[in-house]
């Protein structure tokens, strides 16, 4: 079953086009998931890119504060190898005035890019007092990994977990313009739609949550593997009923012997 390990997070009060994490080392084979909020940048798009040479697709965005800065989720493409690596932030064309930057680790997933990502949701321009509670437009499967992400105007961001929910590492946040953020996860074990986070948030926020695909892919046996494991004698009478097979679809008869 897939398990969410906590990478790294980092923030960042430079006004700038990119912003890079701190360097992180991940297990071999994690699939990696980022979080960012990107205070007063809306315009491009956003692009992940990754100093081991992973690319990410991007899962969704959305905004807070009168739309003036956005949230991005962003899903690996390829699982990890355990190497040093950071993940830089590119919001060239439209350069921000901060950056938080949050990596999760999720071992046990065969699935990447967007085949990852059962479903994903979120809220926009939320105002302050209010309780994040995105919803999910099915219920979850109890299997599936599920992460939050949540962004406010607080530094740090003062929230409260979900109940049963674990709050990967504590608030970050940064000053000028005053920006906090967390992310929180859940392994298994939830079936509903609606995330609701145990306090309201003291400022205007925007969220994002997602669900995981924990399906394992399965890969059909090669047929000279299958075949080969075979006993000597077992393997001759398989033979001589594929052979008599093909000779009736060919022939459209019997043949005389096997």
Known sequence: MPAVTHGIGTASTANASTYASAPFTPAAGDLLIVFAIVTASVQNPGILTNSAGITFTKVTSFVKAGSADTLYCFVANALAAAVSQTCTMDVTGDAGTGCIIFVAR?????????????????Q???????????????????????????ANATNPAGMTPPPNWTEATPDLGYNTPTTGAEYVFRDSGFTAT?????????????????????????????????????????????????????????NQQCPTSL
Do not use: H, Y
Not at 110 to 120: E, H, P
Not at 124 to 140: D, K, L, V, W
Not at 217 to 227: V, W
């Open 124 to 150: 926009s321009n939320q105002t302050a007092a209010g309780t994040p509670a995105p919803t999910f437009t099915s219920n979850c499967a109890t299997n599936n990994p599920t992460l939050g992400f949540i």
């Open 194 to 250: 609606v995330i609701t986070w145990g306090n309201a948030s003291a400022t205007a926020f925007g969220d994002i949550i997602i669900e995981l695909d924990g399906a394992r892919i399965q890969t059909a046996l090669p047929i000279a593997a299958a075949f080969s494991s075979l006993p000597q004698k077992t393997l001759n009478i398989v033979t001589k009923i594929a052979a008599a097979a093909f000779s009736i679809l060919r």
């Open 106 to 122: 999720i071992a046990g997933m065969t699935k990447t890019g967007n085949a990852a990502i059962k479903q994903s949701n979120g």
